[in-house]
T-cell receptor, first 114, second 115 residues
Framework: DAGVIQSPRHEVTEMGQEVTLRCKPISGHNSLFWYRQTMMRGLELLIYFNNNVPIDDSGMPEDRFSAKMPNASFSTLKIQPSEPRDSAVYFC????????????FGDGTRLSIL | DAKTTQPTSMDCAEGRAANLPCNHSTISGNEYVYWYRQIHSQGPQYIIHGLKNNETNEMASLIITEDRKSSTLILPHATLRDTAVYYCIVRVAQAGGTSYGKLTFGQGTILTVHP
């Protein structure tokens, strides 16, 4: 079975450019999560969607970050304009909604902002 | 969600059992214990979870003490490919609202399996 699919795997761009990260959750899962991982802060949750609706975006660092989930099989995380401090590995995870259901992660997008 | 405490690092010989401890003394009755691991350059991988009873799957066993204040993840026959950072996470069981099952990752335990 296909797991969570993220694209691109690597992205290198210059400061000020718009960056769009993409995620395809596991088919049938109705919860989707975006995480960011850095050496300094570890893994931290950015935003959570349930049934395509954003439920908790308290982890989104600032207005430069936005996330959408137009349908059950696709989500984007956008950074505009990007800054060097946004450099990190961004992970998407999905799960069924329900007591105890585990989240399954993609392999991430390694983002470098020069 | 309750806080967890894990050793920073552990070593294990290949072929032997790896026993990774986790303390979660403030765990609530409706919180599960989850274990994930992260191998270098990959996303976190779900291993196992439990509420009260011990659990076993094809990857590992999870032993939860009767008072639920600590648990141990057991990899019965560790291989070199099990070298990773292992995260013990306590997460509320009920979905909905702000207690939707948010995973809060700590620093984890770096497990090194050596030949």
């Amino acid at each position: 079975d296909a797991g969570v699919i993220q694209s691109p795997r690597h992205e290198v761009t210059e400061m000020g450019q718009e960056v769009t990260l993409r995620c395809k959750p596991i088919s049938g899962h109705n919860s989707l999560f975006w995480y960011r991982q850095t050496m300094m802060r570890g893994l931290e949750l950015l935003i959570y969607f349930n049934n395509n609706v954003p439920i908790d975006d308290s982890g989104m660092p600032e207005d430069r970050f936005s996330a959408k989930m137009p349908n059950a099989s696709f989500s984007t995380l956008k950074i505009q304009p990007s800054e060097p401090r946004d450099s990190a590995v961004y992970f998407c995870a999905s799960s069924f909604t329900g007591s105890g259901q585990p989240q399954h992660f993609g392999d991430g997008t390694r983002l470098s902002i020069l | 969600d309750a806080k967890t405490t894990q050793p920073t690092s552990m070593d294990c010989a290949e072929g032997r059992a790896a026993n990774l401890p986790c303390n979660h003394s403030t765990i609530s009755g409706n919180e599960y214990v989850y274990w994930y691991r992260q191998i270098h350059s990959q996303g976190p991988q779900y291993i196992i979870h439990g509420l009260k009873n011990n659990e076993t799957n094809e990857m590992a066993s999870l032993i939860i003490t009767e008072d639920r204040k600590s648990s141990t993840l057991i990899l019965p026959h560790a291989t070199l490919r099990d070298t990773a950072v292992y995260y013990c996470i306590v997460r509320v069981a009920q979905a909905g609202g702000t207690s939707y099952g948010k995973l809060t990752f700590g620093q984890g335990t770096i497990l090194t399996v050596h030949p």
